[in-house]
């Protein structure tokens, strides 16, 4: 059986959470989830390592988001930073689903983009998870997108 991390904070303004574990659910009803609420970006890192280490997550996804001035930016580069030094320390896949304050003017797009992205991104870790290091292979280098529509391959 396989167990998620889904790890998620108290800054992001949509439940993105909510949508990773549906598309968890829906791909495999009896995953096991664990999840892990802190309060910001720069806080997932330590999450994602306790649920591999200590929780026993086979992986994790990390819901962030981040504010528009460079003071957010900064913080989400060394949390992403942190991100990575968790898979690689771990030899685990912490899949970083971000959303960026600036990415869109109205907050309802904002919404749409986080949800088809955690949903998208949900779906990547469990096919890496359930299927290793191939599942992805029949999309290399088809121009998928997480948040907006796939923009497809050069011809
Ligand atoms: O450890 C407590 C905080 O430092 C931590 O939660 C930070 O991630 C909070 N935070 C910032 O300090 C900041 O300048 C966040 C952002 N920007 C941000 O854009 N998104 C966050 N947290 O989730
Ligand atoms: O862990 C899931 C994603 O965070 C990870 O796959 C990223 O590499 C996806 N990604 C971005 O988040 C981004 O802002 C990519 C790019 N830009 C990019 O330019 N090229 C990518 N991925 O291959
Ligand atoms: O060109 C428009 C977008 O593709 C570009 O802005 C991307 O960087 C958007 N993006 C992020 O900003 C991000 O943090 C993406 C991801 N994460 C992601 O995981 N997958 C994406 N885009 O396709």
Partial sequence: MVRVG???TTFARVDMA????EAIQEIDPNAEI???TVP????LPV???RLIEEFGCDGVITLGWVGSSLTDKLSYVVASMGLILVQLKTRRHVIDVTVHEDEASSPEELRQIAIDRARKHAR????LLL?????LTPWAGKGLRQGRPDVGPIE
């Fill in 6 to 8: 889904v790890a998620d």
């Fill in 18 to 21: 909510r949508y990773a574990i």
């Fill in 34 to 36: 664990v999840r892990y």
């Fill in 40 to 43: 910001g970006i720069k806080d």
């Fill in 47 to 49: 999450a994602a390592l």
């Fill in 124 to 127: 990547n870790l469990m096919m």
């Fill in 131 to 135: 299927e290793g290091p191939e599942a």
